[in-house]
């Protein structure tokens, strides 16, 4: 790690992009589990709209929702 890097890192850690970048993330990750699911044949409800809730929230809706996707995904395997 560089300084250049890392003066880039402590800006962002303070900056209001920070919460709008995880909920992108979030949701391009339970849309795309929601894809696969959908694939085998287990359909999955993807929640509205993620980018209007605080930081502990949208954490408590990415593991009920991982919860559900690995339930399916349990289902997937053939035994």
């Avoid at 003066?7 to 990750?29: E, M, N």
């Avoid at 929601?34 to 605080?54: E, I, K, W």
Wanted: hydrophobic fraction near 45%; glycine fraction near 4%; aromatic fraction near 10%.
């Amino acid at each position: 790690m560089n300084a250049k890097w890392m003066g880039h890192l402590l800006a962002y850690r303070d900056s209001p992009y920070r919460g709008q970048a995880a909920c992108t993330i979030i949701h391009q990750k339970i849309t795309r589990q929601a894809a696969l699911a959908a694939r085998y044949g287990h359909s999955l409800l993807v929640p509205p709209v993620l980018s209007q809730v605080d930081a502990s929230k949208l954490l408590l809706i990415e593991a009920r929702y991982a919860r559900s996707y690995w339930r399916a995904f349990a289902k997937m395997i053939p035994l």
